[in-house]
């Protein structure tokens, strides 16, 4: 490969940073169609998420490329938003849209950006391509996580391969669905930051 109506009381506010959080982070959630992004900050959030699915028409149908997610009944339009505390950290998710026509929300997505997250399907690999090309693009580190759909087993090194990753980006396997599973994959990009950044100070 090449690359029901009823009452529902007032949420409560939430402060900014959770009440053990002393610093926050703001990280992307990336990829392609179908491939997991809503489901992710749906799992890991500590607060209640929003999210700005709409039921996918007919014709968005005929301009995207929803290859093996056509039983996929919606999409993002705009992004995703969840929020969870790692080591006195807040981070605040995005999950933004995987379809190119959505593209000119993204530079909006970036800014104070300072990881993503980009996850990948195995039955389908090249969808992750667009997400890190604009990435790269940005100058953004991320790392791979690989979603668990009971597809094709691949190899760590086919799966660089593929998506023509260097050594020094961490790749993962979780499963999106799980609030654990997740969480380690947050832990894992946060601690790939903290190295890049030790490295750069240190360089």
Not at 13 to 38: E, M, N, Q, R, Y
Not at 113 to 142: C, I, K, M, N, Q
Not at 163 to 170: E, Y
Request: with cysteine; net charge negative; charged share 25%.
């Amino acid at each position: 490969m090449t690359r029901v109506s009823r009452a529902v009381p007032p949420a409560q506010p939430h402060p900014a940073l959770a009440g053990t959080a002393s610093d926050a982070l703001k990280i992307i959630v990336v990829g392609g169609f179908g491939v997991g992004k809503t489901t992710m900050v749906r799992s890991v959030s500590e607060i209640r998420p929003l999210h700005t699915e709409e039921v996918t028409s007919r014709a968005g149908r005929s301009l995207d490329d929803t290859g093996r997610a056509r039983a996929k009944g919606c999409t993002t339009v705009a992004f995703d938003f969840g929020r969870i505390t790692i080591d006195e950290r807040s981070l605040y998710l995005f999950g933004a849209p995987s379809q190119e026509r959505f593209g000119f929300l993204w530079d909006r997505l970036f800014e104070g950006t300072l990881g993503a997250v980009v996850l990948v399907d195995t039955r389908s690999l090249p969808d992750a391509w667009y997400a890190l090309d604009r990435l790269e693009h940005h100058g953004t580190p991320f790392i791979v996580a690989v979603n668990d759909f009971g597809g094709p087993l691949h190899s760590d090194e086919q799966i660089r391969e593929a998506l023509t990753l260097g050594p020094d980006v961490p790749l993962v396997e979780f499963d999106a669905r799980d609030h654990s599973s997740s969480k380690f994959v947050l832990i894992a990009l946060v601690e790939h930051l903290h190295a890049l950044a030790s490295h750069t100070k240190d360089g």
